[in-house]
Nanobody, 125 residues
């Protein structure tokens, strides 16, 4: 059974840091990403990583503050979020693609096969 399980969300004050994790199981994934969805807004791309190349991509709104990383041995992806602001408040979703020869970065939600349930991140001002 394929599962993506996010953890690590919570309530923090503006300026704080938080790390969320996505543990994958059930099959091998070759591209993973974080998306987020704020109340009343559409789901938006945050960051993505290629398992094959290690290349990453970031949305302009988070570049320089957020860092995506992976632990191949644990099949886990992380999102380190620094200098959090109230506009970062959203449900953060983990997404994964299982195509083995994939090397490009996927930034569209429709390109991902699997999704986690999401973890809430709330930043108070």
């Amino acid at each position: 059974q394929v599962q993506l399980v996010e953890s690590g969300g919570g309530l923090v004050q503006a300026g704080a840091s938080l790390r969320v994790s996505c543990a994958a199981s059930g099959r091998t994934f070759y591209a993973m990403a974080w998306f987020r969805q704020a109340p009343g807004k559409e789901r938006e791309f945050v960051t993505a990583i290629s398992w094959n190349t290690g290349r990453t991509s970031y949305a302009d709104s988070v570049r320089g503050r957020f860092t995506i990383s992976r632990d191949n041995a644990k099949n886990t992806m992380y999102l380190q979020m620094n200098s959090l602001a109230p506009e970062d408040t959203a449900v953060y979703y983990c997404a994964a693609d299982s195509r083995p020869k994939l090397t490009r970065i996927l930034i569209l939600a429709a390109e991902y096969d699997y999704w986690g349930q999401g973890t809430q991140v709330t930043v108070s001002s």
